[in-house]
């Protein structure tokens, strides 16, 4: 980062709707954040391209009455966060201004509010000690931000081995008060307080390893727990036509998934979306600590209806906080929705500024941008040896529901796992509409995750995936031949197999994200469940004709579906479990 | 629109394509907007100082020496209550022969709202249509449109909505009506004696498609400063919002940007997205809901502007005529009101959703058995059954004439439901099927 003494100024030349090219007196970095003054406010915009003394910005505001000649002063940094404690439970827009600090109802333009606040009081407790060796990302001390333990660590941007010269008491601070006192290696001391800043571009990685992820994340979602795995510090990506329930399940995800904290990216999709989000979480209760589900969110949020620019800013804000928190050896589960749009606010930028389109008018290197992002996420190893993760699940909007169109095909190289939501399953209710059959988990592959699920799950487990699996696809096979050749043109063993595998489809892999109980599955319940429809697809059921078949298997289903209805192993729970084994009981060969 | 006399005249016209001017200008603002020859225009490029405009009443005949003044400000409207019963043009200019209003003037396409500062909605709209009601309820606050093909009757269903919606005002934002559909809107809202809750803007195939693009904004506004300041509940026809984009593709082509995908500009997600992210719910009781027609070529919904379109909404609404009973249906597969799960159950009886659900499977089963019977298979007994149901489900709830109470909706499901099924073969939770099962005859 250069810092330069005299502050470069300009002037508007051009205006071409959001992009502006300003005539620059002096030296610019290649996304360097800069002003455009008019007379009640200051519009923020970064440096996109620079052609001689011509910067090209792009404004993150209405562009509106804009005139040539106005004045444009330039930051001399990138775009940067304020990271420090209060991040958690707050609104804020894709530039991390506190959307509730805002006044009005209207968002007025070029008004930018507080990240952190400034004034509230942390109980801080050192954790290094004087003459202590650290460097960027270590430990000083900690305060208690909610019920979170937030980390004070020497600042990122810090370079080279500091000695501590002295740490703050146990107390009370606020955010801006010195915590620790440092000398650098030529002995010049250093104060550090709660608060550092970071440019969202450049990942954060003070961390000592990276390896492969091999524990799974947690869900409480079926299709993805059992069939596809997602590990922790992993990828995944969700596309899927519009209607086929991304939303749903990215909120699904943000409600149970088993992290510390959640950042939401909403990224140029729909207002209501969010202020579902805004209304319901704070108070649903994370059923595993008892606490509001607010109480560990963050809310990034860059509405369809916001400027477009600060689209592109808002998944990197979002993910540079993550990297914060992951270096306080947290678990975060950062989510995006929808990526598609972040790519759609770059092909808008690189189409006015005339740039050479790649496939379907993106630009070229969004294939680069895609990996260099989804690259940022993982299970780290910090430099104390404890660990954290960012787990990042991104959607993806493929136009027409076309999954061969670029943003889909960048991300398929970028993600580890995919869910692919199918417009069949959708359209037949079967909801969470993940294609069970094209969707798939690389984690599956790795042997590290195979013993993590054996050692955590179940010996069997892995196998009992896998026969899931087969089923489904002997089931889809059974249904081709069927509606090929007719129902009394196959034996009745092809209805038998069709509607074992309807029995797993319906009881193993639809779940009703609107219903208290079924929406989240833990993974004991998951278990029981499988083995339970894995018992009964291992049966031999006695038919004389496939009209039975198709009745008697919508009973079994009808059962299970009511056991997943009730709370797991409560009594009604065991009653229509032993209803069931009387229905097979009928049956049985 | 009268000109002020401080305002800078230009005569000089470097350049003209069918939908924009180039003159060399300074001290003019982006988007401000400027009279060209006396037609509405808006700054839609500046580079150094040539000033680019997008004339809206199209360039036929404007000469290079044609006079442009520029306004100094963008676009604005006068609201108020005298904008009610009162038809308008684009521009906000009468069309029915009616004074020029006067009123407090407000911005055109102003800022957005701040999301923490809305509501979630939750209200429930009943329009007596069961296909709506039951199967896809509208919220206020939503935004939703008709994915019609262009001979199916949208129109009549949306005036339908429309009047029973209990709407304070209903605004009809039409783009290239045809004259007949102008009429027929007028007419039915005329004879529903709901003149005074509606306002009108009206672009007919008749006027400049260009001019297109400001109805929508016109629209908007007026709905927001009846929903802000008097917090009422609005509800915003737009009609027919592939011949706005289609407007919109004529000027992006114009500027020589890129085309993306059907010649639609690289924009048209954030294009439409800042026209229906209007829909609102605030808290203190105003609303803005839109209801939209977005007319289809060949029924192909993946073609970009019903796409975009879908990525948008808050679902989407398909007529379709079903042939077994004869009747134009709400289509009950590829209808869906995404925030139907705000109300159904909640601002309605509890075995809504269920109840929804369980007729909607079994109305797939019939369609599967169909096509057995299209492809000559036998069909089972129970398929047999399923296409009674769907005779009867069509004909009693899913066409566009019945007009009833959700109870009576539901309570009509369930006697279906027990015409033609067993308990077990609905698949609902049994707790509401020994409630709401009728008990006259089992089975
Ligand atoms: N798991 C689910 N259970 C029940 N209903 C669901 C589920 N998933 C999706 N739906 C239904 O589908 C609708 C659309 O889902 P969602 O909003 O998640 O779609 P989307 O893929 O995000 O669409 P878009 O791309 O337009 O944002 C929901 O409003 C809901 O009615
Ligand atoms: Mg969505």
Redesign the pocket.
């Known amino acids: 980062m250069s810092k330069k003494d005299n502050v470069t100024k300009g002037k508007i030349t051009g205006i071409i709707a959001n992009l502006v090219m300003v005539e620059a007196d002096g030296p610019v970095q290649q996304n360097e954040i800069c002003y455009i003054v008019q007379e009640d406010s200051r519009l923020m915009s970064e440096v996109i391209k620079v052609m001689g003394t011509t910067a090209y910005i792009q404004v993150f505001e209405s562009t509106r009455g804009l005139k040539v000649g106005d004045i444009v002063e330039f930051a001399g940094h990138m775009l940067e966060v304020n990271l420090g404690p209060g991040i958690l439970s707050r609104n804020y827009d894709g530039l991390q201004n506190d959307l509730d600090r805002m006044e009005g109802i209207f968002l007025e333009r070029g008004s930018q509010t507080d990240a952190l606040d400034h004034e509230k009081k942390y109980d801080f407790k050192p954790i290094a000690k004087k003459d202590d060796t650290v460097i960027a990302g270590d430990w000083l001390g900690e305060v208690t931000e909610n019920w979170l333990p937030h980390k004070i660590m020497v600042p990122f941007k810090f370079k080279g081995k500091f000695t501590v010269k002295s740490v703050a008491e146990e107390g009370e601070y606020t955010i801006d008060d010195t915590m620790a006192v440092l000398l650098d290696e030529d002995g010049k001391e250093i104060e550090v307080t709660m608060v550092q800043q970071w440019p969202v571009k450049v990942p954060i990685k003070n961390y000592r390893e990276k390896p492969r992820p091999f524990k799974m994340l947690e869900t409480g979602i079926r299709i993805i727990d059992t069939l596809n795995p997602i590990g922790e510090g992993g990828t995944g990506f969700i596309p899927?036509?519009?209607?086929?329930?991304?939303?749903?399940?990215?909120?699904?995800l943000s409600k149970q998934a088993e992290a510390d904290m959640i950042i939401m990216a909403a990224c140029g999709?729909?207002a209501n979306?969010v202020v579902e989000i805004f209304t319901e979480f704070p108070e649903l209760e994370d059923p595993r600590t008892g606490r509001k589900l607010m109480e560990r969110t963050t809310i990034i949020a860059n509405t369809s209806n916001m400027p477009v620019a600060a689209r592109e800013a808002s998944v990197y804000t979002a993910m540079t906080i993550a990297e914060y928190y992951r270096a306080m050896g947290l678990k975060i589960l950062l989510l995006a929705?929808?990526t598609s749009r972040w790519a759609q606010a770059l092909r808008e930028m690189s189409n006015r500024m005339e740039e050479l389109p790649g496939p379907d008018a993106y630009p070229m290197d969004l294939t680069a941008i895609i990996s260099m992002f989804y690259s940022r996420a993982g299970y780290v190893y910090l430099n104390n040896g404890e660990t954290g993760s960012i787990t990042f699940i991104g959607?993806v909007?493929p136009a027409g529901g076309n999954l061969k169109e670029p943003v889909t095909e960048a991300t398929k190289k970028a993600a580890r796992s995919f869910y692919a939501?199918s417009q069949d399953r959708?359209d037949s209710?079967r909801?969470?509409?993940v294609d069970p059959i094209d969707s798939y988990s690389k984690y599956l592959e790795y042997p590290e995750m195979v013993d993590y699920l054996k050692q955590n799950i179940g010996d069997k487990w892995p196998a009992h995936v896998q026969l899931l699996k087969d089923a489904l696809l002997r089931g889809r096979e059974a249904s081709e031949q069927i509606n090929i050749l007719g129902d009394d043109g196959v034996p009745v063993d092809y209805h038998i197999t069709f509607w074992k595998s309807e029995v797993m489809d319906f009881v193993v892999l639809q779940?009703?994200?609107?219903d208290e109980i079924d929406a989240q599955t833990s993974i004991e319940r998951q278990k029981y469940m499988l083995e339970k429809v894995i018992d009964i697809y291992n049966t031999n059921f006695n038919f004389e004709h496939f009209e039975e078949v198709n009745e008697y298997f919508k009973r079994v289903i009808d059962q299970l579906r009511q056991m997943n209805y009730t709370e797991f192993k409560s009594d009604q729970f065991h009653q229509f479990e032993k209803d069931l084994e009387q229905i097979i009981e009928e049956r049985k060969a | 629109m009268e000109t002020q006399a401080f305002q800078k005249i230009h005569t000089k016209i470097n350049e003209i394509t069918k939908a924009t001017i180039s003159l060399n200008a300074s001290g003019v603002g982006n988007e401000e907007i400027a009279l060209v020859n006396g037609r509405l225009a808006q700054v839609v490029k500046i580079i150094g100082n040539e000033v680019t405009l997008q004339v809206y009443g199209g360039t036929e005949g404007i000469p290079t020496d044609a006079e442009v003044i520029f306004f100094g400000r963008s676009a604005n409207l006068k609201v108020g209550d005298e904008l009610s019963g009162r038809f308008f043009n684009a521009y906000g200019e009468p069309i029915d022969g009616g004074p020029e209003v006067e009123g407090e003037e407000i911005e055109v396409g102003g800022p957005t709202v701040n999301p923490v500062r809305r509501l979630q909605p939750s209200e429930f709209i009943p329009t007596g249509i069961a296909g709506i009601d039951l199967n896809n309820a509208l919220v206020t606050g939503q935004k939703i449109p008709f994915f019609a093909d262009p001979d199916q009757p949208y129109n009549q269903v949306m005036s339908m909505v429309a009047l029973r919606a209990q709407a304070d005002k209903i605004i009809l934002g039409g783009m290239g009506l045809t004259n007949d559909d102008y009429l027929y809107y007028k007419n039915v809202f005329d004879n529903a004696g709901a003149l005074d809750r509606i306002i009108s803007f009206v672009n007919t195939t008749e006027d400049p498609s260009v001019e297109r693009l400001l109805v929508p904004d016109m629209c908007l506004s007026t709905a927001e400063h009846f929903a802000v300041e008097k917090n009422q509940k609005v509800l915003v026809l737009l009609t027919d919002m592939t011949l706005f984009a289609d407007a919109l593709s004529i000027v992006s082509n114009r500027m020589d940007q890129i085309p993306s995908k059907d010649s639609m500009p690289g924009s048209l997600y954030s294009d439409l997205a800042r026209i229906y992210e209007k829909a609102v719910q605030f808290p203190e009781g105003g609303s803005i809901t839109i209801v939209a027609v977005t007319t289809l070529s060949g029924g192909d919904i993946t073609h970009a502007i019903p796409d975009n379109t879908?990525?948008?909404?808050?679902?989407q609404l398909f007529l379709r005529h079903d042939t077994d009973v004869g009747k134009v249906i709400v289509d009950p597969f590829r209808s869906?009101?995404?925030?139907?799960?705000l109300v159904i159950g909640k601002k309605t009886r509890e075995d809504h959703p269920q109840v929804m659900n369980a007729a909607i499977r079994l109305f797939a089963d019939a369609s599967n058995a169909k096509t057995k019977l299209e492809n000559g298979f036998d069909l089972t007994e129970y398929d047999r059954r399923t296409l009674e149901f769907a005779k009867d489900y069509s004909e009693k709830l899913l066409a566009i004439d019945v007009n009833i109470e959700v109870d009576e909706m539901l309570d009509t499901a369930w006697r279906l439901f027990n015409k033609h099924f067993k308990r077990t073969e609905v698949s609902v939770k049994k707790d509401l099927v020994d409630k709401y099962w009728p008990n006259d005859s089992e089975e």
């Open positions: 899927g036509p519009f209607g086929s329930g991304k939303t749903v399940l990215q909120h699904a999709e729909r979306e929705d929808s959607t909007s939501l959708a209710k909801y969470p509409a779940q009703d994200a609107f | 879908g990525y948008i909404t808050e679902g869906l009101s995404r925030l139907k799960q």
